[in-house]
């Protein structure tokens, strides 16, 4: 089937505006990851949902950053009042969420350019 | 708080040659682990992960990772390697019992040469 999806792939936005990013998981998938690729940091999760709800935001870094996720599936990241250090690459990720380490699909990414 | 430690952010061979990306972590309870492959241009997939068991855990393509827990490391091998293996290479961990995210190692960049 296919496989997690992201959308837009490239995001150009100046600064002071505000940002949505799209997630749609792998169908049947509970679990959902959103992550953050930028060159002076590295990987670093951002928040976790278990359905609908979020059990983990502590990797957020800040409160102009929110996520929510609808009807079990779909999920959109969204940045206020972008910042130039806001600039990377936004990963989102889909499990079984069964018990146990299940394998994380990552989907292709959308990458973020503040100007 | 857990830490992934990727000791060669660099790591140049040539093709045919062994190859050896080491990854080391800090957890204060037992984790699983995973490395994680970033061909150019395409996303993350992941290559292997030990979770429990034989704490030697092999990949479809040729890799190798041995989990070792008194020396807290996951390194990852493969004796022979392609011009196709040219990616980047992150180690992971995540706890056990914990929703399961992965904390990630700054990655290490291998470049098979011919």
């Known amino acids: 089937g296919a496989g997690v999806s992201q959308s837009p792939s490239n995001k150009v936005t100046e600064k002071g505006k505000d940002v949505e990013l799209r997630c749609d998981p792998i169908?049947?998938?509970?679990?959902l990851y959103w992550y953050r690729q930028s060159l002076g940091q590295g990987l670093e999760f951002l928040i976790y949902?278990?359905?609908?709800?979020?059990?983990?935001k502590s990797g957020l870094p800040s409160d102009r950053f929110s996520a929510e996720r609808t009807g079990g599936s779909v999920s959109t990241l969204t940045i206020q009042r972008t910042q130039q250090e806001d600039s990377a690459v936004y990963l989102c990720?889909?499990?079984?969420?069964?018990?146990?380490?299940?394998?994380?699909?990552f989907g292709p990414g959308t990458r973020l350019t503040v100007l | 708080a857990q830490s992934v430690t990727q000791l060669d952010s660099q790591v140049p061979v040539f093709e045919e040659a062994p190859v050896e990306l080491r990854c080391n972590y800090s957890?204060?309870?037992?984790?699983?682990l995973f490395w994680y492959v970033q061909y150019p241009n395409q996303g993350l997939q992941l290559l292997l992960k030990?979770?429990?068991?034989?704490?030697l855990v092999e990949s479809i393509n040729g890799f190798e990772a041995e989990f070792n827990k008194s020396q807290t490391s996951f390194h990852l091998r493969k004796p022979s390697v392609h011009i196709s293996d040219t990616a980047e290479y992150f180690c992971?961990?995540?706890?056990?019992?914990?929703?399961?995210?992965?904390?990630f190692g700054k990655g290490t960049l291998l470049t098979v040469n011919p």
């Open positions: 990720a889909s499990s079984l969420g069964l018990a146990g380490a299940d394998t994380q699909y």
């Open positions: 169908s049947g998938h509970t679990a």
């Open positions: 949902f278990q359905g609908n709800s979020a059990p983990d």
């Open positions: 957890s204060s309870v037992s984790v699983y």
């Open positions: 030990y979770l429990s068991g034989s704490t």
């Open positions: 992971a961990v995540s706890d056990v019992g914990s929703n399961y995210k992965l904390t």
